[in-house]
């Protein structure tokens, strides 16, 4: 079982930048496929990247691809969204959620989640 918890949010202008963090407990959170959701008010959950456990393949939703990074440290148990030219339309609550040794990281089985942290993006 693995503890996840975001940090990272905050209010940005747009144009700007956040990083967020997701940190894990345990000490096999390698072996976890790593995804970021958002979701805006009135909206479903969206998955916007994952990051796949064995080989970090990487995936984007097409309105965050070009802008939005993910990035893993299993040494500190992290992963990262790293966030540029952030827009109105990105604000949401975004969280991050685990799956142990899942291939695929677009489908959305995952079974652990974090509480969340607001991201908002003011025009």
């Known amino acids: 079982q693995v503890q996840l918890v975001e940090s990272g949010g905050g209010l940005v202008q747009a144009g700007g930048s956040l990083r967020l963090s997701c940190a894990a407990s345990?000490?096999?959170?390698?072996?976890?496929?790593v995804g970021w959701f958002r979701q805006a008010p009135g909206k479903e959950r969206e998955l916007v990247a994952g990051?796949?456990?064995?080989?970090?393949?990487?995936r984007y939703s097409d309105p965050v691809k070009g802008r939005f990074a993910i990035s893993r440290d299993n040494a500190k148990n992290t992963v990262y969204l790293q966030m540029n030219s952030l827009k109105p339309e990105d604000t949401a609550v975004y969280s991050c959620?685990?799956?142990?040794?899942?291939?695929?990281?677009?489908?959305?089985?995952?079974?652990?989640w974090g509480q969340g942290t607001q991201v908002t993006v003011s025009s």
């Open positions: 345990g000490r096999t959170f390698s072996s976890y496929t």
């Open positions: 959620a685990a799956k142990q040794m899942a291939y695929d990281v677009w489908r959305y089985d995952y079974d652990y």
């Open positions: 990051i796949r456990y064995s080989d970090s393949f990487r």
